[in-house]
């Protein structure tokens, strides 16, 4: 049987929370941890499904099909509740019932988004229900990095990390299940940009938002060159960036700094993993122009710039200081 039917990556969780349910032995809490757009919603949410589907006899679990396949995976069942930006008054809201059975499923389960923005009173309010939960409820906790629980809660959930998916996946996916203009070469800059992540990639699939994305890995490889090649160009590109916002500037040179990494580990292994380039030939035809101690000096003068922008100093004097202090 096909367990957590349309979930993408993510095999060790599919086998081990799929065994779990398919054997009826599930835990009372889980904690879900991974990076923003790793498919833990859509974990909890397909783990509900298929814990609670109706047609178990099928050839996929969840089958996607009964009713209450249907109102879980659009968010629409009343005994499973989805609680984003969890505060305090929510685990008032989930003691108040906590003991009522379900309205119409075997479990009530709670999917708790974010929850490492929850307080510690927050937390320790949420550790009650957690330590001992009538046997028809079900936890899922949500969060980006579980260190920012308390060791009470961690100890009381098992924790299941998702992974970022590889870049042929997502190529895969997105030309599979989505309508974007994009041509393949910006998907794959998209791509490289979300560092595995599925649904940074699907936001981003609005115009907008990728023309900005794109337009800004175009200005760090053109700040990135000015600076290397040193030419006549390349005061004009620094005054083209004078304007920007301190902030947006700030973003361009933390960029820089992946990209000018990507160029440092391309001299000394062909084989390295790339974070912004999106493939080697990219890297390499910026990186075999310069030595890597001309490269490294760039690193270290933006370090020097990102904290001269802390201490307040002007945005043209910065991107000036730049030019002037690179690789000494
Ligand atoms: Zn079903």
Redesign the pocket.
């Known amino acids: 049987m096909e367990i957590f039917k349309g979930l993408i990556g993510n095999e060790e969780i599919k086998s081990s929370l799929g065994r779990a349910i398919l054997d009826k032995r599930f835990s009372h809490a889980y904690i879900i941890e991974g990076a923003y757009g790793t498919g833990k919603h859509t974990i909890a949410r397909l783990a509900s499904?298929s814990i609670l589907?109706?047609?178990k006899g099928g050839k996929a679990l969840?089958?996607?099909?009964?009713d209450?396949?249907q109102k879980i995976l659009s968010d629409n069942c009343t005994d499973v509740r989805f609680f984003d930006a969890f505060k305090i008054d929510d685990v008032r809201k989930i003691k108040e019932n906590l003991y009522d059975s379900a309205t119409e499923c075997e479990y009530k389960i709670y999917i708790l988004n974010d929850v490492q923005k929850m307080n510690i009173k927050a937390q320790n309010a949420l550790l009650i229900s957690l330590e001992e939960p009538p046997p028809h409820v079900l936890f899922f906790l949500l969060t980006t990095d579980s260190s920012y629980l308390v060791e009470t809660i961690r100890s009381r959930a098992q924790i299941l990390r998702t992974k970022p998916l590889d870049k042929d996946t997502i190529f895969n996916y997105v030309r599979k299940n989505c309508k974007t203009s994009l041509s393949d070469e910006a998907l794959c800059e998209l791509i490289v940009a979300s560092s595995g992540s599925l649904g940074y990639v699907l936001d981003m699939l609005d115009e907008k938002k990728s023309q900005a994305l794109l337009k800004d890995r175009e200005r760090t490889i053109s700040l990135i060159s000015a600076y290397l090649n040193d030419n006549a160009e390349s005061i004009s590109t620094i005054a083209s960036l004078f304007s920007l916002q301190r902030d947006k500037l700030k973003e361009l040179l933390q960029l820089c700094l992946v990209a000018i990494r990507d160029l440092a580990v391309t001299k000394k292994h062909r084989g390295a993993s790339l974070c912004f380039f999106s493939s080697l030939d990219d890297a390499l035809s910026v990186a075999s122009k310069h030595s890597l101690q001309k490269i490294l000096g760039l690193y270290e003068a933006i370090e020097r710039a990102l904290l001269e922008l802390d201490a307040n100093v002007s945005v043209s004097n910065t991107l000036v200081s730049i030019l002037i202090k690179k690789g000494k």
């Open positions: 499904a589907c109706k047609n969840p089958c996607g099909i009964c209450t396949c």
